[in-house]
């Protein structure tokens, strides 16, 4: 059974900076298969970061792009979300996901299992 747990998350001022952790324990196929999403209040979850199926490469949601990076080391089964220029839009609960096959990276339904999410708070 796939865990997975994130860490990093907390208030920052904006302009700021968080990096977001996320532990995989348990079978995954790749940690290419992972990525980050966030859910606002009141709105639905949204897909901002991950991995291409068909290259490996980085995707992101145009609103991060440029301030936000996903990174992952293969060997821990970890993956990252550093954060920079943070807005007060970005505020919300950022959670890690994993699924089996490359699907469409930041497509919600892609995902199989999911973190308890970690909170981030923009303020200023």
């Known amino acids: 059974q796939v865990q997975l747990v994130e860490s990093g998350g907390g208030s920052v001022q904006v302009g700021g900076s968080l990096r977001l952790t996320c532990v995989a324990s348990?079978?995954?196929?790749?940690?290419?298969?992972m990525g980050w999403f966030r859910q606002a209040p009141g709105k639905e979850r949204e897909g901002v970061a991950g991995?291409?199926?068909?290259?490996?490469?980085?995707v992101y949601a145009d609103s991060v792009k440029g301030r936000f990076t996903i990174s992952q080391d293969a060997f821990k089964s970890t993956v990252y979300l550093q954060m920079n220029s943070l807005k007060y839009e970005d505020t919300g609960v950022y959670y890690c996901?994993?699924?089996?096959?490359?699907?469409?990276?930041?497509?919600?339904?892609?995902?199989?299992?999911w973190g308890q999410g970690t909170l981030v708070t923009v303020s200023s």
């Open positions: 996901a994993a699924k089996e096959t490359p699907r469409t990276p930041l497509l919600v339904s892609s995902y199989n299992h």
């Open positions: 348990g079978y995954i196929t790749s940690t290419r298969n």
């Open positions: 991995f291409s199926a068909r290259t490996g490469a980085t």
